[in-house]
């Protein structure tokens, strides 16, 4: 029964990566913005819920504290900085890791370096048993559910709303939402928010799996990114598979070959796109 | 859009990716920083005066580390008023950034600008080899004050010294405790996969195994591993010990791993694994994992209670073995100090070096012919005391050195143990 722990683990791992790569995807395969300072609204969304936990015991309130705040800053970073580079990728890329610098450093300043750990909810704690003998522990249970849950909510948003069609559109041909008055400028500020809103969620919930230190933000971008391009820009359905085959990848790539553990998730990763270097469910632009 | 466009942001995305690659746990910044210490400004004191170089990060994944030691280290100056054995002390303070290149300007720096009589710091050995030398062809005393490799105290007659431990010294009388004293025949190493995992590892495992009992698996982990329940899972569950090396944040992920995937055989770990800075975090995770390290805050003489006192008072959380690394180096400066007469030179400090015997926190210190610390080695418990978790001391082996009990020369033949991970369980 080793094998379902383990099958079990890769999906939990992958879970959180989806949840990390979920609003990296949405600012990036939406906007064609990239947002490398991801990982770094991740850290600011853990470190706000640890600190506004400690302060208050109640961990709703933190948890949705911490998104809103995030994302308030996260559209500050685009109102302020990054709309003026649409589509200018490398000063964006140089835009976004200075601000994730700089991020980073404010944490250190903060919180000091010593690793800390967010809340989890109550009735998350411990572990529980699977068809007897299998020990799984209920956290990385319920971060499965979270993240088929939180997936299929944001492609029922951008399918069936009227907001997200109106993204959609934005995305497709701005002149055109332009010229049939759609506030393309508010659109981007608004899925921006929603980007680093989801950066924080994830930074809580994979924090208390984890633990977050200033550095930890990029290690966590760095297997999120992974995943975008394996999923396909902007594809949130690509990321969610993609995130599961990351993290079963890892998984067991780290159980069979533990000498390998790097090589197994980047090696496949290479080979694939080489064949599709547009990831697994990317738009294939045709115009 | 046509079709090269929108390939774009993905090769920029790709090119930075790999960027990020490249940085790996580096970072968050790796600017420099350049800071007058608290104590004001020049001292001078009645035999002169001195300026003290502390080179310990300050930002990127080892600034906890480097500013517990600085912190340490001026705390004790300033409970003497600024003055060591009556030198007047400026300290200055600057970035190694965790880069071996930008650590030598910086020490270059301190020596030739600031004009610093000794360099105390580094945390990282990948640094501390690429500063030495520097600092030995200059004539400057070097103090380590964490980095850990055993390689750096293997020349007779230098001037550098560790205050701290080797990888494999802490390690070493924990083989032999688990072995016979607590009789557990056979364990299992879970431990990072770098030069310190290995050589904290293999100092276990090979007085443990010299002691007559069985390692039975060794799996090692990247740095960062993020989730570390694919190494928990593979643990032998037959072990009747886990020996784990996981400093730092991994600790953290390593235990909870642990606890939520219901093992229960009991864990020993290199004390680095069971920090003070970690387990506030770690909090019931870490209950009952005992460790072997040269120092806990619990420990009972009058120099760790100066201390303890000292430290709580201003900061308001637990020492922890860098802040005591800091401090002690500041005590083995002043005891090199008093015999020291009149200008303070390299050479002058070095010689006066080789003989100081302190009783730091820790206990008594002195250093061998090799500048590398003998210090006593204590058997811990992270165990509730006062609603607090502390590393609570059960045993205590005196005096170890860097080679516990081996013979110097037949030590000093044993292939290195970046040879030898892997080849204990077999």
């Known amino acids: 029964m080793v094998w379902l722990s383990n099958v079990l683990n890769g999906l939990a791992f992958g879970s959180l990566l989806f949840l990390v790569a979920s609003g990296l995807t949405i600012t990036f395969g939406l906007m064609r913005t990239i947002n490398l300072a991801h990982g770094a609204f991740y850290l600011v969304g853990g470190y706000l819920a640890f600190d506004l936990y400690v302060r208050t015991g109640s961990y709703w309130l933190s ?58 909810p109550a009735g998350l704690e411990g572990s529980m048993q699977l068809f007897g003998s299998v020990i799984f522990p209920k956290f990385r249970a319920f971060l499965i559910v979270l993240a088929l849950v939180l997936a299929a909510l944001i492609m029922a948003f951008l399918r069936f709303s009227s907001i997200g069609a109106k993204v959609r559109s934005a995305v497709d041909d701005q002149e055109i939402a332009r010229t049939i008055g759609i506030r393309v400028p508010l659109i981007f500020l608004l899925v921006f928010g929603a980007g680093t809103a989801l950066a924080a969620f994830a930074g809580v919930w994979g924090g208390a799996l984890t633990s977050l230190s200033p550095d930890t933000g990029l290690d966590v971008l760095l297997l999120a990114l992974v995943v975008v391009v394996v999923g396909g820009l902007g594809s949130v359905p690509g990321a969610l598979i993609a995130a599961f085959a990351v993290g079963l990848l890892d998984q067991f790539g780290k159980v069979l070959f533990p000498e390998w553990s790097l090589f197994t998730i980047y090696a496949p990763v290479a080979l694939f796109l080489a064949f599709r270097p547009n990831g697994l469910l990317g738009k294939v632009e045709s115009r | 859009m046509s079709k090269r466009r929108a390939t774009r942001p993905l090769v920029a995305l790709t090119a930075a990716t790999l960027a990020l690659a490249g940085c790996g746990s580096q970072a968050p910044s790796s600017g420099g920083v350049s800071a007058d210490s608290g104590s004001g400004s020049a001292q001078e004191g009645a035999n002169g005066s001195l300026t003290v170089g502390l080179l310990n990060p300050l930002t990127g994944p080892f600034a906890a580390l480097g500013e517990d030691v600085n912190a340490g280290f001026e705390l004790y100056l300033d409970s003497k008023g600024g003055q060591l ?25 301190l020596v030739q600008q600031e004009g610093a009589g000794i360099v105390i710091g580094l945390v990282n050995s990948g640094v501390a080899y690429a500063v030495a030398p520097y600092l030995e062809s200059a004539g400057v005393p070097l103090m380590i004050t964490v980095a850990g490799a055993d390689g750096l105290t293997r020349t007779k007659g230098g001037n550098l010294f560790r205050v701290s431990y080797t990888g494999s010294q802490d390690t070493m009388p924990a083989g032999d405790y688990v072995c016979k004293e607590l009789g557990l025949k056979t364990a299992a190493i879970v431990g990072l996969d770098y030069s310190f995992g290995w050589e904290a590892s293999g100092g276990f495992a090979r007085t443990y195994e010299d002691a007559g009992c069985k390692v039975v698996q060794e799996l090692y982990a990247p740095l960062a591993t993020q989730d570390w329940a694919p190494y928990v899972t593979q643990i032998n569950r037959d072990a009747d010990v886990v020996f784990a090396v996981t400093p730092g944040s991994d600790a953290v992920r390593f235990l909870k791993a642990y606890r939520g995937f219901g093992l229960d055989t009991p864990i020993f770990a290199q004390g680095s694994t069971t920090d003070e800075q970690l387990l506030p975090t770690m909090g019931e995770t870490a209950d009952g994992v005992m460790s072997s390290l040269h120092y806990s805050p619990v420990i009972d003489n009058p120099a760790n209670k100066t201390f303890v006192d000292a430290w709580t008072e201003k900061y308001d959380r637990s020492t922890n073995q860098y802040a005591e690394d800091g401090w002690a180096a500041a005590q083995a400066l002043e005891a090199a100090l008093s015999d020291v007469k009149g200008e303070p030179t390299g050479d002058g400090i070095t010689n006066a070096m080789r003989n100081v015997s302190i009783d730091a926190p820790r206990g008594a210190l002195r250093f061998d012919e090799y500048g590398q610390a003998i210090y006593d080695v204590y058997m811990r418990k992270v165990t509730k005391q006062d609603g607090k978790w502390v590393n609570k001391v059960v045993d205590t082996v005196p005096a170890v050195n860097q080679f516990y009990t081996y013979d110097v020369d037949e030590y000093l033949q044993f292939p290195p143990y970046d040879k030898l991970k892997g080849t204990w369980a077999k």
């Open chain 2, 85 to 109: 054995s009556d030198y007047g002390i400026n300290v200055v303070k600057e970035d190694p950034a965790n880069d071996p290149g930008v650590a030598t300007t910086k020490a270059r720096q």
């Open chain 1, 63 to 120: 948890l949705v504290v911490a998104v809103v705040v995030t994302a308030v800053i996260g559209m500050l970073v685009e109102r302020l900085l990054l709309h003026r580079l649409l589509n200018q990728e490398l000063p964006q890329i140089i835009l976004t890791v200075g601000v994730s610098l700089m991020i980073g450093d404010l944490l250190l300043t903060q919180y000091g370096g010593s690793p800390i750990s967010p809340p989890t």
